[in-house]
């Protein structure tokens, strides 16, 4: 299977614990995002990289969180301090070349903060 | 900011029939495109069609449609022929030309084809 792989699929940890999520894109796609997907309501972006540089953040990305590619290949999103406003759906997805192209996403990796 | 709606939460078909899905959207921008995303149960989204805003034609995909009305902004999808698999969350979403491909989603509407 060549899709974008999440890990772990599902992570449920206590309210002050950290957690990290990993993501592996579609071989050779130069862009990463990480989106938020709490129920009932669409996906948020959060962050994005073109090969290793992190581009952009998006204002719901408190210092709490943290994101790498550290190769330009797969990425790490971590949150600290975890809240149980931090419980949601993280999905990943990539992208080949610009920004029209399609993003071929991850099945997510749910959070449950207790 | 740009904002999408969309206004049905739900959604029901009878298998081969045919439905229509209907997002609007804000936006002061001129450039930019339009997407229909499908998730079905506890599976991966997936790009089902897109518009880039400065054609007329509406996008075609097999059974999948759009009816795109810049003025209105509105961009609905019709679904022809609807089959069980189809039954999913479809969420659309806008990309402003340049945004390095952030999307801004709806909150979905859940379509269920019945047998």
């Given at each position: 299977?060549?899709?974008?792989?999440?890990?772990?699929?599902?992570?449920?940890?206590?309210?002050?614990?950290?957690?990290?999520?990993?993501?592996?894109?579609?071989?050779?796609?130069?862009?990463l995002y990480w989106?938020?997907?709490?129920?009932?309501?669409?996906?948020?972006?959060?962050?994005?990289?073109q090969n290793e540089?992190?581009?952009?953040?998006?204002?719901?990305?408190?210092?709490?969180?943290?994101?790498?590619?550290?190769?330009?290949?797969?990425?790490?999103?971590?949150?600290?301090?975890?809240?149980?406003?931090?419980?949601?759906?993280?999905?990943?997805?990539?992208?080949?070349?610009?920004?029209?192209?399609?993003?071929?996403?991850?099945?997510?990796?749910?959070?449950?903060?207790? | 900011?740009?904002?999408?709606?969309?206004?049905?939460?739900?959604?029901?078909?009878?298998?081969?029939?045919?439905?229509?899905?209907?997002?609007?959207?804000?936006?002061?921008?001129?450039?930019?495109?339009?997407?229909?995303?499908?998730?079905?149960?506890?599976?991966?989204?997936?790009?089902?069609?897109?518009?880039?805003?400065?054609?007329?034609?509406?996008?075609?995909?097999?059974?999948?449609?759009?009816?795109?009305?810049?003025?209105?902004?509105?961009?609905?999808?019709?679904?022809?022929?609807?089959?069980?698999?189809?039954?999913?969350?479809?969420?659309?979403?806008?990309?402003?030309?340049?945004?390095?491909?952030?999307?801004?989603?709806?909150?979905?509407?859940?379509?269920?084809?019945?047998?």
């Amino acid at each position: 299977d060549t899709g974008v792989s999440q890990n772990p699929r599902h992570k449920i940890t206590k309210r002050g614990q950290n957690v990290t999520f990993r993501c592996d894109p579609i071989s050779e796609h130069n862009r990463l995002y990480w989106y938020r997907q709490t129920l009932g309501q669409g996906p948020e972006f959060l962050t994005y990289f073109q090969n290793e540089a992190q581009l952009e953040k998006s204002r719901l990305l408190s210092d709490r969180f943290s994101a790498e590619r550290p190769k330009g290949s797969f990425s790490t999103l971590e949150i600290q301090r975890t809240e149980q406003g931090d419980s949601a759906m993280y999905l990943c997805a990539s992208q080949a070349g610009g920004s029209y192209n399609e993003q071929f996403f991850g099945p997510g990796t749910r959070l449950t903060v207790l | 900011a740009q904002t999408v709606t969309q206004s049905q939460p739900e959604m029901s078909v009878q298998e081969a029939e045919t439905v229509t899905l209907s997002c609007t959207y804000d936006t002061s921008e001129n450039n930019y495109y339009l997407f229909w995303y499908k998730q079905p149960p506890s599976r991966q989204m997936i790009l089902v069609i897109r518009q880039e805003a400065y054609k007329q034609q509406n996008a075609t995909e097999n059974r999948f449609s759009v009816n795109f009305q810049k003025a209105a902004k509105s961009f609905s999808l019709k679904i022809s022929d609807s089959q069980l698999g189809d039954t999913a969350m479809y969420f659309c979403a806008f990309m402003k030309l340049g945004n390095a491909g952030k999307s801004t989603f709806g909150d979905g509407t859940t379509l269920t084809v019945k047998p």
